[in-house]
C-alpha cells in the first residue's frame, strides 16, 4: 500500500480566499505530481517535480503554484480562489527507475 | 501532441458476461497503465504494460498491448458487481508523464 498523504481530504471555501493543498509522502520517491480531475472525466497534468527544487507545469493550464523544498513535500496553492477551480486534485509519486505512479486519496475542492 | 481515447466511455453489462473496453492512443508510448477509480476515491493501479504483446491478468481482469496497432484493451471475464467503477488507461513516452484516457464509467447488474 503507498503512503502518500493529502490535506484537507474536502474544502469549501469563498472566492478570493488563498488555500494550500498539502501532499507528502513517506517513500522517498524523488517524483511527483499533481493532476486535476473533474468529477467522471479524466485526470489533466498540472504541476510535476522530479526533485527538490526541481518543478514543472503540466500540459493543462493552471493558475496554481507549486513548491519542492523537501523530498517527502510537494504543496499547491491557490492564492485566489474562484470558482473554476473547484475540482479534486489528486497528488502521485514515483521512485524514478520505476514504472509505478502512486496516488493519493485526493482533495475535492468547491469554491463558492 | 499525445491523445488518448477510450471507448466505451459507458458500459453497462450483465453479472456473468464478458466485455472488453479499448484503448487507442496517438503515438508511440512505451508504457500503458489500467487505473480502478471507484466513485469519489483516488486511483488503484491495475496493471502497467511494458511491451508489444504483453498480457497481464489478475482475478476476472486482463489486460493486454499490441504497440504496433497503439491498443491496449481490457477484458472483463465473468462481471461481478464488485467491478462495477471507472477505468482509465494512461500512457507515457520518454519523459515519463502520463496522458490519461477519457475513463469508462462500468456499472454492472445484478
Known amino acids: 500500500e503507498a503512503d502518500i498523504y493529502q490535506t484537507p481530504r474536502y474544502l469549501v471555501i469563498g472566492t478570493g480566499k488563498k488555500i494550500t493543498l498539502e501532499c507528502s509522502q513517506t517513500m522517498g520517491h524523488d517524483k511527483m505530481y499533481w493532476y486535476q480531475q473533474d468529477p467522471g472525466m479524466e485526470l489533466h497534468l498540472i504541476h510535476y517535480?522530479?526533485?527538490?527544487?526541481?518543478?514543472e507545469k503540466g500540459d493543462l493550464s493552471s493558475e496554481s503554484t507549486v513548491s519542492r523544498i523537501r523530498t517527502e513535500h510537494f504543496p499547491l496553492t491557490l492564492e485566489s480562489a474562484r470558482p473554476s477551480h473547484t475540482s479534486q486534485y489528486l497528488c502521485a509519486s514515483r521512485r524514478g527507475g520505476s514504472y509505478e505512479q502512486y496516488f493519493g486519496p485526493g482533495t475535492r475542492l468547491t469554491v463558492t | 501532441e499525445l491523445k488518448v481515447e477510450q471507448n466505451p466511455l459507458f458500459l453497462s453489462m450483465q453479472e456473468g458476461k464478458n466485455y472488453t473496453i479499448y484503448c487507442n492512443y496517438s503515438t508511440t508510448s512505451d508504457r500503458l497503465y489500467w487505473y480502478r477509480q471507484d466513485p469519489g476515491k483516488s486511483l488503484e493501479s491495475l496493471f502497467v504494460l511494458l511491451s508489444n504483446g504483453a498480457v497481464k491478468q489478475e482475478g476476472r481482469l486482463m489486460a493486454s498491448l499490441d504497440t504496433k496497432a497503439r491498443l491496449s484493451t481490457l477484458h472483463i471475464t465473468a462481471a461481478v458487481h464488485d467491478l462495477s467503477a471507472t477505468y482509465f488507461c494512461a500512457v507515457s513516452f520518454g519523459n515519463e508523464k502520463l496522458t490519461f484516457g477519457t475513463g469508462t464509467r462500468l456499472t454492472i447488474i445484478p
Open positions: 517535480s522530479y526533485g527538490v527544487n526541481s518543478t
